[in-house]
C-alpha cells in the first residue's frame, strides 16, 4: 500500500457516529434478514476507528453509489440501518474522497498488474486480416476528472457498446487523445466482469490490421516502455447528477473508446490483450504447402484413374475374348470345322444371344438335312429371305421377322 502512504484510511468522527447507531438498531433487529455479517463486523472497526482497506473503501463508494435513495427510507426500516452501518451522509462523502485521492495516486504510480502487451493470437481469430484486442471500458468509479458512470448503467452500456467503434489518433512515432481519433475496427463482444476487486465492464474488439498495421508497431514499441495502454469512453447521457462533486452520468449511450495515452481512468480502461493473428507471408506459406499437397493429391489420383481405365479396357477384352471363343465353340457344335469357325466369328459374336441362339438352331437344321443327302455335306448359311448377312443389323432384323412369321 505504499503508493497510497499520504492518504488517511482511518474513519472521521461522523463516520463512527452513524455507524455506531446503526450498530443499535441492528440489535434491536431491524436491520433485516439480507445483511451480510461483513457490513456489520466492519461498522464495528468503524466505531473503532481501525484503518478501512482500499478495496473497502472501493466497495464503499460503490454502495453509495447505487443505494443513494437509502438516505431518505424510513428511520426503522433494514435500508436505513444499511445506510447508517456503512457510515451515513458522512461516509458516502469520506468514500468518494478515499477513492479520488487513490484515483489520483493510480495515475501517478508507474507500476501495473497487467501490462499491456502485445502476443500472438489465439486460433479463435479466424479472418488473418484482424488483430483481436480485449480491453477495460469503464468501471463505476469516478475518473480524474470527477465523472463517472454507475451502476446501474452497466445494462446500457453492455447494450449500445456493441458494434461502436474503437478509435485512435495517431501520428507516425505517438498517439495521443480524442481529437482527430479514427476509427480502426468495431467492438465485437461486450460483458460484465470484475477486475482487481472492482466491477467493469469489458469488451473484445477486432482491429482491421490490414488497413492499421501501422498501429501495431506503434502499440508495441509503446508497450515496452510503459507499463498499460490506456483507453477512455466516449459516451452520450441525458442526465448528470452531481453528488460530492462527481457528475454521474444517466441514460448513457456508448458512443466508443479511445487508444490514449493519458486516459482519465488511469490503469483502470486499459488494454488487456492485444493479440495478433499469424502474419499474412506465414498464411501464404501455408496456402502453397497446401497446394503442393493438393497438387500432389491430384497426380496420386490421375494414376488411380489411369490403372482403373487399364483394369476396365483388360477386364472388356477378356469379357470379349471369352465371348468370341463361345460363338466358335457353338458354331464347331452346329458343324463348322475349326478354321471355319474362326473365320465367321468376328460376325456372328455380333449379334445378340437370341439371334445368335436362332443362327445356331438354323446351322443345326440344315447340317441334318445335308447329312441325308450327301457324304460330305457343305453347311449352307443361316436361312434369311432377302438379307445381306454381311449386315449384322439386317440379320438381326431379318431373324425377328422370321420368328414373328
Known amino acids: 500500500m505504499s503508493k497510497y502512504s499520504n492518504i488517511n484510511f482511518s474513519p472521521p468522527d461522523g463516520v463512527k457516529s452513524a455507524a455506531r447507531r446503526g450498530l443499535e438498531l441492528h440489535e434491536k433487529g431491524l436491520s433485516g434478514s439480507g445483511l451480510e455479517p461483513a457490513t456489520v463486523a466492519w461498522a464495528r472497526k468503524y466505531v473503532s476507528g481501525d484503518n478501512v482497506s482500499p478495496e473497502r473503501a472501493r466497495m464503499g463508494n460503490r454502495f453509495f453509489g447505487r443505494n443513494a435513495r437509502f438516505a431518505n427510507a424510513p428511520k426503522d426500516s433494514p435500508a ?49 486480416l484482424l488483430r483481436k484486442i480485449e480491453l477495460i471500458l469503464t468501471d463505476f468509479e469516478p475518473n480524474a476528472n470527477n465523472e463517472g458512470i454507475p451502476l446501474e448503467e452497466k445494462q446500457n452500456i453492455i447494450k449500445t457498446a456493441l458494434n461502436m467503434p474503437i478509435k485512435i489518433a495517431m501520428s507516425e512515432s505517438s498517439y495521443g487523445g480524442h481529437a482527430n481519433a479514427v476509427p480502426i475496427g468495431p467492438i465485437t463482444s461486450v460483458y460484465e466482469d470484475v477486475h482487481e476487486g472492482r466491477d467493469v465492464i469489458k469488451a473484445e474488439a477486432m482491429i482491421w490490421g490490414d488497413e492499421f498495421s501501422d498501429v501495431y508497431k506503434l502499440l508495441k514499441s509503446v508497450a515496452e516502455e510503459r507499463e498499460y495502454i490506456g483507453t477512455s469512453w466516449e459516451v452520450y447521457y441525458t442526465q448528470a447528477d452531481e453528488v460530492d462533486g462527481v457528475n454521474w452520468l444517466r441514460n448513457v ?15 483502470r480502461t486499459k488494454l488487456l490483450k492485444v493479440a495478433e493473428k499469424q502474419k499474412m507471408e506465414e498464411l501464404q506459406k501455408e496456402i ?37 471363343q463361345n460363338v466358335i465353340n457353338r458354331l464347331i457344335q452346329a458343324g463348322f470345322n475349326q478354321s471355319e469357325a474362326e473365320e465367321k466369328v468376328e460376325f456372328y459374336a455380333k449379334l445378340d444371344e437370341e439371334s445368335l441362339e436362332y443362327v445356331i438352331k438354323d446351322f443345326a437344321s440344315k447340317r441334318t438335312q445335308a447329312s441325308k443327302n450327301q457324304d460330305d455335306p457343305v453347311i449352307p448359311e443361316p436361312r434369311v429371305p432377302q438379307s445381306n448377312v454381311s449386315d449384322v443389323a439386317k440379320l438381326v432384323d431379318a431373324i425377328k421377322k422370321i420368328k414373328k412369321g
Do not use: H
Not at 456503512?86 to 469520506?94: D, M, R
Not at 504447402?289 to 483388360?314: F, G, I, Q
Open 288 to 324: 502453397e504447402m497446401l497446394k503442393a499437397s493438393l497438387t500432389e493429391k491430384e497426380s496420386e489420383l490421375d494414376a488411380v484413374r489411369k490403372e482403373n481405365e487399364t483394369y476396365k479396357e483388360a477386364e472388356a477384352k477378356r469379357v470379349e475374348a471369352e465371348k468370341r
Open 253 to 267: 449511450t456508448f458512443a466508443g473508446t479511445c487508444i490514449v495515452d493519458t486516459p482519465a481512468y488511469g490503469n
Open 80 to 128: 436505513w440501518v444499511s445506510w447508517l452501518l456503512w457510515g451515513g451522509g458522512a461516509g458516502k462523502a469520506w468514500f468518494s474522497s478515499l477513492v479520488r485521492q487513490m484515483d489520483s495516486a493510480d495515475k501517478k504510480s508507474t507500476s501495473a498488474t497487467l501490462p499491456g502487451k502485445l502476443k500472438l493470437a489465439e486460433t479463435d481469430v479466424n479472418n488473418p
